[in-house]
């Protein structure tokens, strides 16, 4: 994830939180980085409640994706 900012920092890309997440194969815990603070979510999912998971997944890709790709 910091990776990610720095790269998005030098291609003048400006970004301002980035999403990742940790999975053992059926738990999952996502994160959200913010500058230089990291907020890691306290809930786990389980992999059997995919609907929560899928949400998840869709709120990310849809807070995150340019504005210009939003509207369409």
Do not use: C
Request: net charge negative; proline share 4%.
């Amino acid at each position: 994830m910091v990776a990610a900012q720095i790269f998005n920092d030098h291609k003048n890309n400006p970004i301002p939180f980035i999403y990742g997440g940790v999975t053992t194969g059926s738990l999952w815990k996502f994160i959200k980085l913010v500058e230089n603070s990291v907020s890691i979510e306290s809930e786990e999912h389980f992999i059997g409640n995919l609907d929560a998971l899928l949400g998840i997944l869709s709120h990310i890709i849809n807070s995150t994706r340019p504005q210009s790709l939003a509207e369409t």
